[in-house]
């Protein structure tokens, strides 16, 4: 079993910035992959981006130039920081982590873009 634990959601206003955490734990493996999705009411979730445990990532094109993923192995830790914020960027955001056998989803963070 892998827990995921997520914070750092939030309340901002547009053109502010947030940085979501996700913390794992359990039975992780040295080769994994972490990301974010998000689901905003009425819509499917969404990938936001990726990360390989060897540094590759991934976005989603409405988000490149304004989101970065990051991580560290160290701690079982990815990291989203979210800048340039925009009201379609309001969802609920969920980390996943897979190790291209397994996958586990945290609870989600609330992030709300409003004025």
């Known amino acids: 079993q892998v827990q995921l634990v997520e914070s750092g959601g939030g309340l901002v206003q547009p053109g502010g910035s947030l940085r979501l955490s996700c913390a794992a734990s359990g039975m992780i493996k040295s080769i994994n992959i972490m990301g974010w999705y998000r689901q905003a009411p009425g819509k499917q979730r969404e990938l936001v981006a990726a990360?390989?445990?060897?540094?590759?990532?991934n976005y989603a094109d409405s988000v490149k130039g304004r989101f970065t993923i990051s991580r560290d192995n160290a701690k079982n830790t990815e990291y989203l920081q979210m800048n340039s914020l925009k009201p379609d960027d309001t969802a609920v955001y969920h980390c996943?982590?897979?190790?291209?056998?397994?996958?586990?989803w945290g609870q989600g963070t609330q992030v709300t873009v409003s004025s």
């Open positions: 996943r982590y897979s190790d291209y056998v397994r996958e586990y």
């Open positions: 990360i390989s445990s060897d540094g590759i990532t």
